[in-house]
Every structure is written in structure tokens, then in C-alpha cells.
Nanobody, 122 residues
Framework: QVQLVESGGGLVQAGGSLRLSCAAS????????MGWFRQAPGKEREFVAA????????NYADSVKGRFTMSRDNAKNTVYLQMNSLKPEDTAVYYC???????????????WGQGTQVTVSS
């Protein structure tokens, strides 16, 4: 199973930007579809974005389209989530996830990181 470690979270003002990273280890990474999810206090975990193993296909939640961009560098076994125009409602713990050979729909992710906190102040 792949191990995932997120980084890059922090405190930012509304309208600001952050870039999250997720480093993968433990097995071949370049056949994994990768995803980002988030969970705000008192709410269920929700899908944010996913990217295919080639990087050629992405999928975004409606709430982040046009503001967030997911990318990957298979040579570095790392995926990124560039978050721009952040809003207070983006405040959550952000989790990286992986699934082998899957599509970019939000289901069937089987490996998860520990999460990184993103806090957006108004």
C-alpha cells in the first residue's frame, strides 16, 4: 500500500493562496489516480479534486472550480493542490488519497494521508 504525507497547510487570509503537497512512497506511484478531499469541523469529508495517473485528466468539485488546480510530478512521487482566492468556507483538514488505475470520480480511494490543516480567516 502506498504511504501518503501531506504538507503545506497553514493560516491564510481570505483571497490568499496556498499550495498543498502530497508525497507518496511505498510502491510505484505513476499508476495511481490521486485525489484531494477535505473535512471541516462537524461536517462529512468531501471530494475536492482528482487527477489521473498520467495527469491528463482532472476532476474538481463545483465549489473549487476555477480557484484550485491539481497537478502531479511522477518523477518526484508528489501531487499538488494550488489553492487561490481562498474563502473562509475552504477551512478544513485536507487529505490526500490514492487508488490504483482508477478514474477521477470521487469513489474507491483506498489509501489516505493524515491530513493537513488549512484555515482561512475573514
Amino acid at each position: 500500500q502506498v504511504q501518503l504525507v501531506e504538507s503545506g497547510g497553514g493560516l491564510v487570509q481570505a483571497g490568499g493562496s496556498l499550495r498543498l503537497s502530497c508525497a507518496a512512497s511505498g510502491r510505484t506511484f505513476d499508476t495511481d489516480t490521486m485525489g484531494w478531499f477535505r473535512q471541516a469541523p462537524g461536517k462529512e469529508r468531501e471530494f475536492v479534486a482528482a487527477i489521473s495517473w498520467t495527469g491528463g485528466s482532472t476532476n474538481y468539485a463545483d465549489s473549487v472550480k476555477g480557484r484550485f488546480t491539481m497537478s502531479r510530478d511522477n518523477a518526484k512521487n508528489t501531487v499538488y493542490l494550488q489553492m487561490n482566492s481562498l474563502k473562509p468556507e475552504d477551512t478544513a483538514v485536507y487529505y490526500c488519497a490514492a487508488k490504483r488505475y482508477g478514474n477521477t470520480r470521487p469513489s474507491n480511494f483506498s489509501s489516505w494521508g493524515q491530513g493537513t490543516q488549512v484555515t482561512v480567516s475573514s
